[in-house]
């Protein structure tokens, strides 16, 4: 089945700073990549996706990018900001027509220093 | 405004105990999905079902049962087989294409504590 490697595993950035999370895929016929966001004590919740036929999708300070080639995607956020501090998820589709899934990375914990 | 409910929030569970977790969903998603999450980890697959009365496991599914008797609802069974039943567990829906259109919407999770 699909592979989907997420590093790092933590990450602490000063506020202000940027913040890059990357992640891998092994199945190279995944064509959607969401990323998620999980608060303490919530369910993740979907912040930004991206599709096999783009290469790079932004909204606000939030940028995600993808290597189609290379098989990676990556989670960019810019001028962080304490309330960014949380786990992120990545994601990837695996499987054929009529039985996709999505498989997760395994997170990593965001730490925004003020 | 549409959404998916898992209840109750918290519940605690006596040891030998079958507990059920509940998830339902008015987004008129097709799929539905059971996901475990120990502190510090990741997400780990225990049921999903793509239809109604129909449901497939996943990577930890011993000790867990579930039905799917209507579209909206994924009860989860947390049996006494389940030795380390203690954990947060997240319930979620995606559309026919397995997410691939619209990812999956998450439950705001139920955290289950054996005492």
């Known amino acids: 089945g699909e592979n989907v490697e997420q590093h790092p595993s933590t990450l602490s950035v000063q506020e202000g700073d940027s913040a890059v999370i990357k992640c891998t895929y092994s199945d190279s016929a995944s064509n959607y990549f969401p990323w998620y966001k999980q608060e303490l004590g919530k369910g993740p919740q979907l912040i930004i996706d991206?599709?096999?036929?783009?290469g790079e999708k932004k909204d606000q300070r939030i940028a995600v990018t993808l290597n189609k080639t290379a098989k990676h995607f990556s989670l960019h956020i810019t001028e962080t900001q304490p309330e960014d501090s949380a786990v992120y998820f990545c994601?990837?589709?695996?499987?054929?027509?009529?039985?996709?899934?999505?498989?997760f990375g395994k997170g990593t914990k965001l730490s925004v220093i003020p | 405004d549409g959404g998916i409910t898992q209840s109750p929030k918290y519940l605690f569970r006596k040891e030998g105990q079958n507990v059920t977790l509940s998830c339902e969903q008015n987004l008129n998603h097709d799929a539905m999905y059971w996901y475990r999450q120990d502190p510090g980890q990741g997400l780990r697959l225990i049921y999903y079902s793509q239809i109604v009365n129909d449901f497939q496991k996943g990577d930890i599914a011993e000790g867990y049962s579930v039905s799917r008797e209507k579209k909206e609802s994924f009860p989860l069974t947390v049996t006494s087989a389940q030795k380390n039943p203690t954990a947060f567990y997240l319930c979620?829906?995606?559309?026919?294409?397995?997410?691939?259109?619209?990812?999956?919407?998450f439950g705001s999770g139920t955290r289950l504590t054996v005492v």
């Open positions: 991206i599709r096999s036929n783009v």
């Open positions: 979620a829906s995606s559309t026919g294409s397995g997410g691939q259109k619209h990812g999956y919407t």
């Open positions: 994601a990837a589709t695996f499987g054929r027509a009529g039985s996709y899934q999505l498989t």
